[in-house]
């Protein structure tokens, strides 16, 4: 069994997507986590019928990016994680926040900010994509690396919500 046939043992579902896949995991009658993975993964029919709510309402979102999406979410994270990821769930599609706004909003630094971002269970539920840094689009998904899977993920995203690249610098906050 080669590493990506065990790693896919580790999701209910793998949706294929225009960005890679998205791992979906699944733990009694809610979603657990999602991951972002590279289009080397297969797909993989959803095991349970959370897991097929999900991987349909992913494949909507990528067809219509104003899909909102409506799923039993896991109840994870610390209470300021979640104060974050509340503050990101309010940013409007096609614009976006720096780190600074939304840690001024939250009554934290932007070093938090981004650690919450990081820690973030539910991309795509919980748009942490819509965060960027004061100077470009900072990381995405724990990495910062500028040519990496991830932030190409991040591009992606933001494009498909009809981001303009650089106009969040003057929209004002939440």
């Known amino acids: 069994m080669t590493q ?27 979603v657990s986590e999602l991951v972002y993975l590279p289009a080397s993964f297969a797909e993989k029919a959803p095991a349970d019928a959370v897991a097929e709510r999900a991987a349909v309402q992913v494949q909507r979102y990528c067809g219509d990016p104003d899909f ?18 509340d503050a990101i769930q309010a940013i409007p599609r096609g614009e976006a926040r720096t780190y600074g706004e939304i840690a001024k909003f939250v009554g934290s630094m932007p070093r938090a900010v981004g650690q919450a ?51 969040w610098q003057q929209t004002t906050l939440l």
């Open 4 to 30: 990506i046939q065990q790693a896919a043992d580790l999701f209910a579902a793998i949706v294929s997507t225009p960005f890679g896949a998205l791992g979906i995991r699944t733990g009694g009658a809610v």
């Open 68 to 85: 909102a999406f409506d799923l039993p979410l896991a109840q994870v994270g610390s209470a300021f994680q979640r104060k974050v990821w």
């Open 117 to 167: 971002c990081g820690a973030n269970y539910f991309p795509l539920v919980i748009p942490c994509h819509r965060v960027t840094g004061a100077q470009g689009l900072g990381g995405f998904a724990g990495s910062d690396d500028r040519n990496g899977f991830t932030l190409d993920v991040k591009r992606w995203l933001l494009a498909h919500e009809g981001h303009r690249e650089y106009a």
